[in-house]
């Protein structure tokens, strides 16, 4: 059951994940961005079937709630007509192909050749919110602040960047 | 089918990485790009929680934790600036972006 829900959904993330960069029937990046969120949600049923389900949660809301709808906006904001009737470079294409190819060849060798870890208990209590909120709120509590600083420095920063006289 | 472990979840973000880098060199239009980089950070993300589960560890699931954060923050600056790039240049295509080429 879980083996054949791991396959549907990995299956499923990839297609998505493959629709995002090259689709045959529309380059218009709106597409790109509704692949994305199918891509997301299926990386968010991984994560459930990994047992983390604050991350599932947080996952769809920050990435399929917030970053698309940012990149949605965008979008919609930015006029891309043009973008279709570019010419895809077919030479640099195939290169591209080649080179992540044997990228990927070498992760999965590796993957293939490392040591496999040891079993464990099937009991999943470490995706729970409870233990995370307890480690993020003790041990991880100073880069928790600081990624509340960074924040507000990444809102200050856009808010600056998309002003109008910008210099 | 067999019990799914760590190596399958491995293979899997393996792909999706592969499959980002590949829209990040083949594609030209910035915003493409900018999804295939967050393809290549969720792939990351699969990796640590899989890693994470299967040794019984909470320290990945926190790190995929700051990385979603820190991500959210890199899409509102870079959305940004490409907001700002096509006000001054009208194109959000890489090859129009050459200024700084030798």
Known sequence: MQAAAFYIIAVLVLLCGGLVIANPVSRNPVTSAMFLVLTILSMAGLFVLLDAFFLAAVQVLVYAGAVIVLFLFVIMLLDLKEEERR??????????????????????????????????SAVGTVGSAEALGQALFTHYALPFELVSLLLVVAMIGAILLSRKDLR | MSAIGLPQYLIVSALLFCIGLLGVIVRRNV?????????????????????????????GQIMVFFIITVAAAEVAVGLALIVAMYRRRQTTHVEDLTTLKL
Do not use: C, D, H
């Open chain 1, 87 to 120: 010419r895809v470079n077919w030479g640099a294409a195939g290169l591209g192909v080649l080179a992540v190819g044997v990228i990927g060849a070498v992760m999965i060798r590796t993957i293939k050749f490392a040591r496999p870890p040891g079993r464990i």
């Open chain 2, 31 to 59: 915003l493409v790009i900018y999804m295939s980089l967050e393809l290549m950070l969720n792939a990351g993300n699969l990796a640590l929680v899989a890693a994470s589960r299967f040794n019984n560890n909470v320290n």
